[in-house]
């Protein structure tokens, strides 16, 4: 007789969506409404009765189709009533494009000897990159995660060790930010899908580089939207299952917030988080907007809050927090709320850091202003002196984000000289910005492009000019000298990854500050920064220094390797001389050239 191969016996796998194995996959659906569920596809010429799904319980349903693996393309098909709907995969990990099909996943990926260990968070250094603009290679055509590949060494070069990846879910179209996720289990197409994605965790890892993923959990949507009135039902013209139906649906990007007080919605939105953290090997998310997941209207009007959006992400943080303690979580809400970084055993939220608005406001008010005598130094001195529960490193400090730089905004040397973003006043009042993101209490970030002084506004279809790169190479260096300074490489500025920070000189007349940043202290660790914000040079400025001995000047702003237009104003080695002075106990003078910062420290 002749022999026959047997398939293994098919069997429904655990999990939602599709779930590949050796004999099929698994399609499992939460539909509570519907009546009948199918998956229909090209393998059975979209007809629903040939694979009809099995109600198990609580409005889940399942079957598995043998022989259907990964690559195949399907929908789910639903009947409520008299109404027909085909719907994409609330799970669907892979779509042919936004409002296409779903497709079974390739779960398999070859890591490798992928072992990555994240950086501690006080060395932290992002650089947030849109992946559309970045490195495209083609003016037509948006830039994808390979491209993205393609700059990792330049990336490490700089220093950085942390990039923030703008929202990469599928959108509709080929362009947008990335918060108007359809799909937020898939992976933009244009982008190059979900392998391509997992290439890029990988040989960011292999750079040293940990990659942060942007979520957004406030609201989906609101194109090309399959879970929109998913299973047919909805109340008040609402989106039915998978949002309020109610005043609490409204957000600023529609009436289309999740209704976090559904279990199933809420076990959506954790099994999201936990997929981009274990499956795909990313080190930590930065959660968009969680004060439109608290609250209504995004503000601390206790009549407008929403405490299951508060308890379901206290409830994915602690999760995160047992199971990958090293990873790390980020909230934009914004509001300068300590609760957002407070531990959940103390009623906070748990995330490990949150963008700072104070920060990035006041600094910013104080580059751009057209006048010195308008720079308010003392809101400065106030903010790089601040910290949310008594830890430096739970907020995120930057000059320039997406925000900042659209929506009617502009890169800071635009709004210092629109139209002149190259010249000598931009040039200076940016570099001392990043001099101070670089050297304040915080986890510093800069958004793709400063370091080589990217012009004009934000947009997603306007591409990277990475030729500025080489056209102003002396500005890179600028932030690569920064970054070392800051992650201490050179073993001689300890102090800017410690917790303890003291803003001693505040001189409001001449429009200079200096502060203290250490860890344990001593030689190696304390260390120094004055900052000019006039445009005015001073052969010896005097500022109080807490030890006796030498004090070496590591950077300097000014220094004509950075730009020829700099005046590369002496700045040198000082010997601490006995004496009270700004509360220190020694004191020492220095150069300082106009709109410049020094940092100054001793050697171990």
């Known amino acids: 007789m002749p022999q026959t191969t047997s398939l293994p016996t098919p069997t429904l796998q655990a999990g939602m969506g599709a779930i590949p194995h050796a004999a099929g996959t698994t399609f499992r659906v939460w539909a509570p409404h519907a009546e009948a569920v199918a998956v229909v596809g090209p393998f059975n010429d979209w007809h629903h009765q040939a694979h009809p799904l099995t109600h198990e319980a609580d409005g889940y349903w399942a079957a598995d189709v043998a022989g259907q693996g990964?690559?195949?393309?399907?929908?789910?098909?639903?009947?409520?009533?008299?109404?027909?709907?085909?719907?994409?995969?609330?799970?669907?990990?892979?779509?042919?494009?936004?409002?296409?099909?779903?497709?079974?996943p390739?779960?398999?990926?070859?890591?490798?000897?992928?072992?990555?260990?994240?950086?501690?968070?006080n060395t932290l250094v992002i650089y947030e990159l849109h992946v559309g603009t970045f490195n495209p290679q083609t003016a037509d055509q948006p830039g994808t995660f390979l491209d993205v590949v393609a700059k990792l060494d330049y990336l490490r070069g700089l220093g950085i060790n942390a990039i923030e990846v703008m929202p990469p879910t599928e959108f509709p179209g080929g362009r947008s930010w990335g918060y108007n996720p359809s799909h937020p289990f898939a992976l933009e197409t244009d982008y190059g899908g979900p392998q391509a994605f997992k290439e890029l965790v990988k040989q960011a890892h292999r750079h040293g580089i940990a990659v942060i993923l942007d979520v957004v959990y406030n609201h989906f949507g609101p194109g090309d939207l399959d879970l929109w009135q998913f299973d047919g039902w909805q109340e008040n013209e609402g989106g039915g299952i998978y949002f309020y139906n109610d005043w609490r649906a409204e957000t600023p990007w529609g009436h289309n917030r999740p209704d976090y007080s559904r279990p199933e919605v809420r076990r959506y939105i954790r099994d999201n988080a936990v997929m981009w953290l274990e499956d795909y090997r990313v080190d930590g998310l930065r959660c968009d907007s969680i004060s439109h997941i608290r609250n209504v209207d995004g503000t601390d009007d206790p009549s407008r809050n929403l405490p299951d959006g508060w308890s379901l992400m206290t409830w994915i943080n602690e999760e995160i927090q047992a199971r990958m303690p090293w990873k790390i979580t980020i909230a934009e809400d914004l509001q300068g709320n300590e609760y957002i970084t407070r531990p959940t055993d103390q009623e906070g939220q748990g995330f490990a850091s949150q963008w700072d608005?104070?920060?990035?406001?006041?600094?910013?008010?104080?580059?751009?202003?057209?006048?010195?005598?308008?720079r308010n130094l003392a809101a400065v001195a106030q903010t790089l002196g601040q910290?949310?529960?008594?830890?430096?490193?739970?907020?995120?400090?930057?000059?320039?984000?997406?925000d900042e730089v659209a929506n009617g905004k502009s890169r800071?040397?635009?709004?210092?000289?629109?139209?002149?973003?190259?010249s000598w006043f931009p040039k200076k009042r940016t570099t001392l910005g990043a001099a101070l993101v670089f050297t304040a209490p915080g986890v510093p970030m800069i958004f793709q492009g400063q370091e080589f002084l990217a012009d004009g506004y934000f947009s997603d279809d306007q591409p990277l000019q990475w030729q500025r790169a080489d056209d102003l190479r002396g500005l890179v260096h600028l932030y690569r000298d920064l970054?070392?300074?800051?992650?201490?490489?050179?073993?001689?500025?300890?102090?800017?990854?410690?917790?303890?920070?003291?803003?001693?000189?505040?001189?409001?007349?001449?429009?200079?500050?200096?502060?203290?940043?250490?860890?344990?202290?001593?030689?190696?660790?304390?260390?120094?920064?004055?900052?000019?914000?006039?445009?005015?040079?001073?052969?010896?400025?005097?500022?109080?220094?807490?030890?006796?001995?030498?004090?070496?000047?590591?950077?300097?702003?000014d220094w004509q390797g950075y730009d020829q237009d700099f005046g590369n104003f002496e700045s040198t080695?000082?010997?601490?001389?006995?004496?009270?002075?700004?509360?220190?106990?020694?004191?020492?003078?220095?150069?300082?050239?106009p709109y410049s910062v020094l940092i100054i420290s001793q050697d171990a």
């Open 70 to 104: 990964p690559g195949t393309e399907y929908k789910f098909w639903l009947r409520n009533g008299a109404r027909e709907l085909t719907r994409n995969d609330p799970y669907a990990r892979e779509v042919t494009h936004s409002a296409g099909s779903s497709v079974v």
């Open 106 to 121: 390739t779960l398999d990926f070859d890591w490798e000897d992928d072992h990555f260990a994240m950086p501690a968070w």
């Open 357 to 374: 608005a104070a920060f990035v406001n006041i600094l910013r008010d104080a580059l751009t202003a057209p006048h010195d005598a308008d």
């Open 387 to 402: 910290r949310y529960n008594d830890d430096a490193f739970q907020r995120i400090i930057y000059t320039e984000s997406h």
């Open 412 to 422: 800071v040397a635009e709004e210092i000289m629109p139209g002149e973003a190259a």
């Open 483 to 557: 970054i070392s300074l800051r992650r201490n490489l050179p073993g001689t500025t300890r102090g800017l990854t410690g917790q303890h920070t003291d803003v001693f000189h505040v001189n409001d007349e001449q429009k200079t500050l200096a502060f203290r940043r250490w860890d344990a202290g001593g030689p190696g660790d304390e260390t120094i920064i004055v900052a000019n914000f006039a445009d005015v040079s001073h052969e010896r400025y005097t500022i109080g220094l807490p030890a006796a001995g030498r004090w070496h000047v590591r950077f300097n702003s």
């Open 573 to 593: 080695t000082a010997e601490a001389e006995e004496g009270e002075y700004d509360g220190q106990p020694f004191h020492a003078a220095f150069g300082l050239a």
